[in-house]
Nanobody, 120 residues
Framework: QVQLVESGGGLVQPGGSLTLSCAAS????????MAWYRQAPGNQRELVAV???????NYVESGKGRFTISRDNAKKMVFLQMNSLKPEDTAVYYC??????????????WGQGTQVTVSS
C-alpha cells in the first residue's frame, strides 16, 4: 500500500511565496517521475511541474521562472517552491508519483490535494 501526503498549502497574498511538500510512504521499491498538478474550480487538472528520478525538470509555461520542483530521493519527498504567486495560481494542488511497489507493480499514485489560495 502506498500513500502520498501533501502539506504546505494555505492563503497567501499576491507576490508571496509558498512551498508545498509531499511525502510518499508504504511498500515502495522505486519512485520514478514525481510531479505536482493543480485543478481550479471549473477547470481540468493540469500539470504544473515534473521531476524525473534523475532530476530532470519541466514546468507549465505560466510557472517557468516562478516555480521550482525538487525531490529528496532518500526521504521519498517532492517539493514545489512557488514564488511571485498570482491569483490565477489559486487551485487545489495534487502530488503525483509513479511508483513500483515491493510486489513489482508499477502504478500512478495521487495525494489528497492541498488548497492554495492567492488573494489580498
Amino acid at each position: 500500500q502506498v500513500q502520498l501526503v501533501e502539506s504546505g498549502g494555505g492563503l497567501v497574498q499576491p507576490g508571496g511565496s509558498l512551498t508545498l511538500s509531499c511525502a510518499a510512504s508504504g511498500t515502495i521499491f522505486s519512485i520514478y517521475n514525481m510531479a505536482w498538478y493543480r485543478q481550479a474550480p471549473g477547470n481540468q487538472r493540469e500539470l504544473v511541474a515534473v521531476v524525473t528520478s534523475g532530476g530532470i525538470t519541466n514546468y507549465v509555461e505560466s510557472g517557468k521562472g516562478r516555480f521550482t520542483i525538487s525531490r529528496d530521493n532518500a526521504k521519498k519527498m517532492v517539493f514545489l517552491q512557488m514564488n511571485s504567486l498570482k491569483p490565477e495560481d489559486t487551485a487545489v494542488y495534487y502530488c503525483f508519483a509513479n511508483i513500483r511497489t515491493l510486489r513489482g507493480i508499477r502504478d500512478d499514485y495521487w495525494g489528497q490535494g492541498t488548497q492554495v489560495t492567492v488573494s489580498s
